[in-house]
């Protein structure tokens, strides 16, 4: 299996070393438009091979995509972080230009490939990248709720002092304030969390989620990594294993949940094919309204690269 990822910073090389590390695809291309940059991780990540004791390859390339060709998956995470007092909706201008770009030269050079998107803002980034690919939605798709979820196992896990695997969350809607996470579909080991937990402390733990991002950016000055990255590989890892793992993913609802047309995060089976089928879940009125704000905002936001885009043709 061959694995690109495309941004060779903070999250690319992350995920890249996860995909290495864990032996997820055997050919992982890293690419980055910084001269020598991509190069150098790739390097780095290929010399910790010996020492940590994996034999997937890593090679980098600066811009050069015919190195890409025949990639089975791509994951796009070029493009500008936020910094303290950003929303990532403002990364929206520089963002859309860079996503559109690299997605013509991967699709140039992978045709059958499936793509994650990680670029920010994540939900219209995916819009972007299917508009430009022209791939059906089952193969363009965006990574968040992955880490989403992620951090309100985190946060679980510590409040219970329990395993973050044991664990188990679904949300939805888009990546950013307008999250919709579902404690009513949370459980811990099995077990219902509202049974383990109180309202108010349940209530703080979403709240942290939501902002979530926002808390490694005001710590740290730029946006996280780790999780992140490990995120998207956890993606490719579904689709090249065909594992049909359930993950909440960024999708073009078409129809479910009374939604058509527009980029929310939502429950999916994950496989070889990419999105191999979406979960509806029987939402109640409280849930449904919160995904109706969600849905709100992120057309929005794509009503807002639609005009940017008339704009500029
Ligand atoms: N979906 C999610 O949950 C998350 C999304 N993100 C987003 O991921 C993106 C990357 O974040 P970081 O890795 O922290 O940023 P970073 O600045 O460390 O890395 C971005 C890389 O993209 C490269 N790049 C820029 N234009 C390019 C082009 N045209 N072709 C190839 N490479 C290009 C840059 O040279 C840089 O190395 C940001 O937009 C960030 O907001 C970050 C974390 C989570
Ligand atoms: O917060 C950001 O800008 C990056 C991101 O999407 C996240 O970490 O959730």
Known sequence: MKVTVVGAGNVGATCADV????EIA?????????????EGKALDIWQKAPII??????????S???RTADSDVVVITSGLPRKPGMTRDDLISTNAGIVKSVTEQVVK?????????????????????????????????????????????AFL???LNVSPKDIQAVLMGGHGDTMVPLPRYTTVGGIPVTELIGKEELDAIVA????????LVKLMGTSAWYAPGAAAAQMVEAIVRDQRRVFPVCIKLEGEYGIDGVYLGAPVILGKNGIEKVIELQLNDEEKALLETSRGHVKEVMDALDNMSKASA
């Open 53 to 62: 004791g994996y034999d997937s390859r890593t090679v980098g390339v600066t």
């Open 157 to 159: 896990a510590e409040a």
């Open 19 to 22: 995909l290495a590390t864990r």
């Open 26 to 38: 055997n050919e992982i291309v890293l690419v980055d438009i910084k001269e020598g940059f991509a």
């Open 109 to 153: 050079y992978s045709p059958n490939a499936i793509i994650i998107i990680v670029s920010n803002p994540l939900d219209v980034m995916t819009y972007q990248a299917h508009l430009t690919s022209g791939l059906p939605r089952n193969k363009v798709f965006g990574m968040a709720g992955i880490l989403d979820t992620a951090r309100y196992r």
């Open 208 to 215: 942290r989620t939501t902002n979530g991002g926002g808390e």
């Open 64 to 66: 050069d995509y015919a």
